[in-house]
């Protein structure tokens, strides 16, 4: 009961539909003239020519009553087949030995009913009838022999009724055709500024042009604005901080010469790491703030890249193993994604001494996975290490070289790929980095 409860005809509907605009759009253009179709076919069909069919049998048997009236006033055979033929389009034929076999119809068809209706209801006589080919063939008896009546199918019937369906159809299928055409030449400029949004959050920025109808342009027109106005934030954003680092250097070096010229004390050791812990955060707020940059995407095997930065990483104690296939390749950012991995491979170095990095490739997503054997990091703190200058105490402090930017610059560089980046327990031990960039 509770799984038939559950069942709306309208969700199954939803999953049924197509999911673009443009499937959308031609069953909104198809219905209207499926059902304009259906309500024409029954209305012509079923109450129009019926009408008509029924006319024309009418007149049909009222002119075959005319021709036994005509027999029954005693004219003369020959003329009476030569008015009819004249008058009424029959072939009429009296032969006084013949014999009807059979009354009534020959066969129980759509035809045939009209005729029999009007028969039963207008000749005062008895009949066979037999509709075959082109030909409608009626026997009646009589006193003077068998009246034999034939009559062309098409006073009944015509065979170019069913073409006003037929025409009908193949004229709203032009103009499906025709409207298809047009919806999709404005379906394509939402496409293309679909594309452009998807690259442009991807990392990738490609030429766009707004076009299409007026509301598509305008969207189109507020997407390149928007867009500007994020590269211009982070092209000041790193100018500013790129300015900032530039004027902190030089009185960090004036205090680390007076320090050197100073008497070496506990004191003064204490202010030479102060200082060399501020250049390494003004180095690492340097590059985060560039981000993602202006790279371009470039087709590279994955495997040889991680190899590549295992291998440029010095006095790295920490023992890695790539496993994947070397055929798989993706478009990166390389020197970014290079800097993505070395973070993250530092970071794993200092809590870890062995890591193993699993490649994969699906329709969808290519998979790159981290795993460690160190100490992990706990469930409630795994959203919180992405924070900038965020480090995890007593395990990760100052005194570990980190000044908590590794993990932030590394995610950024995912999000800037259009990817995603999260943490999980490794079956190793220790803590697991999935990312995932779309393909």
Known sequence: MSRFLKFRPSNYIKRLLPKSLFGRSIIILMAPLIMVQIILSYIFFERHT?????????????????????????????????LAQQNFDFKVVIDPQGKVVKYGTYKDRWLYQY????????????????IFGDVIHIEIPHERGVITIETPRKRLYSRTTHLVIIWTAVS??????????????QIRPIRRLADAAEKFGKGSDVPFRPEGATEVRKAGIAFMIMRDRINRYLQERTEMLAGVSHDLRTPLARMKLQLAM?????????????????????????????????????????????????????????????????TITHPLKIELFKRCLTNLLLNSNRYSDQARITIDKSDKFLTVIIDDNGPGIPE??????????????????????????GMTIARDVIRGHGGTMVLDDSDLGGLRIIIKIPC
């Open 172 to 185: 709203a299928l032009l103009l499906f055709i025709v409207a298809s055409l047009f919806m999709r030449n």
């Open 262 to 326: 100073m008497k070496k004390d506990s004191e003064v050791d204490d202010l030479q790491s102060d200082v060399d812990e501020m250049q390494r955060m003004v180095q690492g707020f340097l590059d985060f703030a560039k981000g993602v940059g202006q790279e371009e995407n470039k087709e590279v095997a994955i495997k040889e890249v991680i190899e590549q930065v295992v291998a440029g990483i010095r006095y790295l104690p920490l023992t890695v193993s790539v496993v994947g296939d070397e």
């Open 380 to 405: 409630s703190e795994r959203e919180n290490v992405f924070r900038p200058f965020y480090r995890l105490d007593p395990a990760r402090n100052l005194d570990s070289g980190s000044v908590g930017l």
């Open 115 to 130: 005729m029999v209706e009007q028969l039963n209801s207008r000749l005062n006589h008895l009949y066979f009838l037999r």
């Open 50 to 82: 019926d009408a008509i069919l029924d006319s024309l049998a009418q007149g049909i048997v009222g002119d075959m009553q005319m021709v036994c009236d005509l027999v029954d006033s005693g004219m003369d055979d020959k003329k009476i087949a030569k």
